[in-house]
């Protein structure tokens, strides 16, 4: 046997991913998973307000070739601790577990990938520390500010009178609540019936087929159950929000990648974008909110690029935010 290429195939191997928890300042606990190896960290935040690490973590994959990428379930989902109290859900008890994460994994600055919701909690955790974000990614990024959020949903109202029968509307509207989903018998069909008509209406063309690999509803049966109370307890922390003045303190590279057709408007990823100081905005035609699975052609070589210290071709900015990364750390 040849050892020398066994011992440079090890190294080529790609790394276990590695799972386990970590306590939160108030007790709960967080469930965090590791995939693969190298110099660079990333930190993955996933959507919701609801889901679970596994709802992006598979089509996310391509990011960890080459670098670490740290996934967590944020606390009342997946596999973290389950929630009773809503004051334990609210945006400041996220803030402090995203920086329990910065603690554990001995990051001095976390470079940070914000998936839909994730990404309004990345901003406001960047927001209370901005010395501890080197660059953040706000993929999708749910709305900075309340009347944006109000907009997005007359939009998917909107777009379910176009795309739903009348049947689907009132299935729609019947599952669309905490109440539905806590008295379920069977919460996680009742999702994957709800997620179903969600991806619906947030894809750029409804027949088109999505590989979408990613679990949304992910989680014991009773995570699962509360992920709309979750959703509805976690909004109410927000109350009537605008982020945009607190982001403008964050000096680390910011970059937004938003699909032309997002049920969130494009002029709320442009008011993330302006108000970052070094901040772009990347907009990606023939996509909606599932920019990552309806342009993956794009939407990779963009973040990667992005990591790698350039910005990628298209991402518009202030003027005076050229060439190489602005801040860049």
């Given at each position: 046997?040849?050892?020398?290429?066994?011992?440079?195939?090890?190294?080529?191997?790609?790394?276990?991913?590695?799972?386990?928890?970590?306590?939160?300042?108030?007790?709960?606990?967080?469930?965090?998973?590791?995939?693969?190896?190298?110099?660079?960290?990333?930190?993955?935040?996933?959507?919701?307000?609801?889901?679970?690490?596994?709802?992006?973590?598979?089509?996310?994959?391509?990011?960890?070739?080459?670098?670490?990428?740290?996934?967590?379930?944020q606390r009342g989902n997946g596999r973290s601790s389950l929630i009773d109290r809503s004051d334990r859900l609210a945006i400041s008890r996220h803030i402090a577990d995203l920086e329990a994460i910065r603690r554990h994994f001995r990051l001095d600055r976390m470079v940070l990938l914000g998936n839909s919701w994730g990404g309004l909690l990345v901003s406001a955790y960047a927001a209370a520390h901005p010395e501890r974000v080197g660059r953040m990614i706000l993929h999708a990024p749910a709305p900075p500010t309340l009347a944006y959020l109000r907009e997005m949903g007359a939009r998917i109202d909107a777009r379910a009178n176009e795309r739903l029968d009348q049947a689907g509307r009132r299935r729609l509207s019947e599952i669309d609540g905490p109440e539905y989903w806590l008295g379920s018998a069977d919460p996680v069909a009742t999702c994957r019936e709800f997620m179903a008509d969600i991806f619906l209406l947030y894809r750029f063309d409804p027949a088109a087929r999505i590989p979408f690999r990613g679990n949304v509803c992910a989680g014991s049966r009773e995570a699962v159950r509360r992920q709309q109370w979750v959703n509805a307890a976690i909004w109410r922390s927000l109350g009537d929000f605008d982020l945009r003045p607190a982001v403008e303190r964050v000096a680390a590279p910011v970059l937004v990648i938003h699909g032309a057709a997002d049920v969130i408007p494009l002029a709320a990823s442009r008011d993330w974008a302006a108000h970052y100081p070094a901040g772009r905005l990347l907009v990606l035609e023939r996509a909606g909110h599932l920019v990552h699975l309806e342009r993956p052609d794009a939407f990779f070589p963009a973040v990667q690029a992005f990591l790698a210290g350039r910005w990628p071709p298209g991402a518009e900015g202030r003027p005076a935010v050229t060439g190489r990364l602005t801040g860049w750390r």
């Amino acid at each position: 046997m040849n050892w020398l290429l066994l011992f440079l195939a090890l190294l080529a191997a790609p790394a276990p991913p590695r799972e386990g928890t970590i306590a939160a300042d108030d007790g709960a606990r967080l469930f965090y998973r590791v995939e693969g190896a190298g110099r660079e960290t990333l930190v993955v935040v996933h959507g919701g307000p609801g889901n679970s690490l596994e709802s992006v973590r598979l089509d996310l994959a391509p990011l960890a070739r080459g670098r670490r990428v740290i996934y967590y379930d944020q606390r009342g989902n997946g596999r973290s601790s389950l929630i009773d109290r809503s004051d334990r859900l609210a945006i400041s008890r996220h803030i402090a577990d995203l920086e329990a994460i910065r603690r554990h994994f001995r990051l001095d600055r976390m470079v940070l990938l914000g998936n839909s919701w994730g990404g309004l909690l990345v901003s406001a955790y960047a927001a209370a520390h901005p010395e501890r974000v080197g660059r953040m990614i706000l993929h999708a990024p749910a709305p900075p500010t309340l009347a944006y959020l109000r907009e997005m949903g007359a939009r998917i109202d909107a777009r379910a009178n176009e795309r739903l029968d009348q049947a689907g509307r009132r299935r729609l509207s019947e599952i669309d609540g905490p109440e539905y989903w806590l008295g379920s018998a069977d919460p996680v069909a009742t999702c994957r019936e709800f997620m179903a008509d969600i991806f619906l209406l947030y894809r750029f063309d409804p027949a088109a087929r999505i590989p979408f690999r990613g679990n949304v509803c992910a989680g014991s049966r009773e995570a699962v159950r509360r992920q709309q109370w979750v959703n509805a307890a976690i909004w109410r922390s927000l109350g009537d929000f605008d982020l945009r003045p607190a982001v403008e303190r964050v000096a680390a590279p910011v970059l937004v990648i938003h699909g032309a057709a997002d049920v969130i408007p494009l002029a709320a990823s442009r008011d993330w974008a302006a108000h970052y100081p070094a901040g772009r905005l990347l907009v990606l035609e023939r996509a909606g909110h599932l920019v990552h699975l309806e342009r993956p052609d794009a939407f990779f070589p963009a973040v990667q690029a992005f990591l790698a210290g350039r910005w990628p071709p298209g991402a518009e900015g202030r003027p005076a935010v050229t060439g190489r990364l602005t801040g860049w750390r």
